[in-house]
């Protein structure tokens, strides 16, 4: 399958630092990556939508402004926690889906483990 | 989006199959059957989808009823290294993103 990676795959930052999160196609390109968070115990939970070029399409309660979103290139976006708290150590995993018609499968990263004392 | 039911847990003996099923009774005719995996503390990992017929690759089989109501992914000689939490998900064809719900823990012993 095609691989997707993200980096870093843990973070340790103080309350009120930004931290960015880089999330990358390897070997194909993706129109549309997406943005999950998991908390312990639960399930994925999608944050928000990127296509290529345009603007992120956020779910409902996650706040665009902490959470920045770019997707500049058909191979990269990046997520950046800005002025992170406590409440927002978390799970974050990218997910990207390729180019083309018909039905492409979505792959996910490896996920990033971010911890905000 | 249909949504899926899947029992929280199951246990299965290294070596033997894994029968994992998943209930979409409201699937709609453009909808597709995906299933995901996640091992503890990694990202999910794609394992294989359908939309009426079955299929296998690699990794599993996937037996869809003919009404599509259901589907049972099967792990045909599960490993220690099968274990993890297993999504049953169900997708518009298009662009839609992936819904996942709590899925079923796998638990593969010795």
């Known amino acids: 399958g095609a691989v997707v990676s993200q980096h870093p795959s843990w973070v340790i930052c103080k309350s009120g630092t930004s931290v960015k999160i880089e999330c990358r196609s390897l070997?194909?390109?993706?129109?549309?990556m997406f943005w999950y968070r998991q908390f312990p115990k639960q399930s994925l939970m999608l944050m928000a939508t990127s296509n290529e070029g345009s603007k992120a399409t956020y779910e409902q309660g996650v706040e665009k402004d902490k959470f920045l979103i770019n997707h500049a290139s058909l191979t990269l976006s990046t997520l950046t926690v800005t002025s992170a708290h406590p409440e927002d150590s978390s799970f974050y995993i990218c997910s990207a889906r390729g180019t083309g018609g018909g039905e492409d499968t979505q792959y996910f990263g490896p996920g990033t483990r971010l911890t905000v004392l | 989006d249909a949504k899926t039911t899947q029992p929280p847990s199951m246990d299965c003996a290294e070596g033997r199959a894994a029968n994992l099923p998943c209930n979409h009774s409201?699937?709609?005719?453009?909808?597709?059957v995906y299933w995901y995996r996640q091992i503890h503390s990694q990202g999910p990992q794609y394992i294989i989808h359908g939309l009426k017929n079955n299929e296998t690759n690699e990794m599993a089989s996937l037996i869809i009823t003919e009404d599509r109501k259901s589907s049972t992914l099967i792990l045909p000689h599960a490993t220690l290294r099968d274990t993890a939490v297993y999504y049953c998900?169900?997708?518009?064809?298009?662009?839609?993103?992936?819904?996942f719900g709590k899925g079923t823990m796998l638990l593969v012993s010795p």
């Open positions: 998900i169900v997708r518009p064809s298009g662009y839609s993103t992936l819904t």
């Open positions: 409201t699937i709609s005719g453009n909808e597709y």
């Open positions: 070997d194909f390109q993706a129109t549309t």
